[in-house]
């Protein structure tokens, strides 16, 4: 949002702009889960794939994977889904 201008944030609903700051801190709450130098991977990964997984190697695709599943996206989904809806889910168990 950095390059949006200030007019721009004016137009946008404060219960928009609410949620998506939620977001912000949910998302950094779960890459917390990674360590530094694991942050720097996923992104440069992500930044050679240019969101084409078929730009990453087999190997690089596993552990880009891996790196993900550290920080439990369906976790961050289901979290996500309660702050912008306000709607409770389930609790998930690994019994699925």
Do not use: C, W, Y
């Amino acid at each position: 949002m950095a390059g949006l201008p200030l007019r721009a944030l004016k137009r946008v609903p404060l219960a928009r702009l609410l949620a998506a700051a939620e977001l912000v801190v949910l998302v950094r709450e779960h890459m917390a889960r990674l360590q530094p130098h694991e942050r720097r991977r996923v992104l440069e990964l992500l930044g050679r794939a240019r969101g084409r997984p078929a730009n990453l190697s087999k190997r690089e695709r596993a552990e880009l994977a891996g790196l993900v599943a550290k920080t439990d996206p369906g976790l961050f989904a289901q979290m996500a889904v309660q702050k912008v809806t306000g709607i409770r889910l389930p609790r998930r168990d690994g019994n699925r």
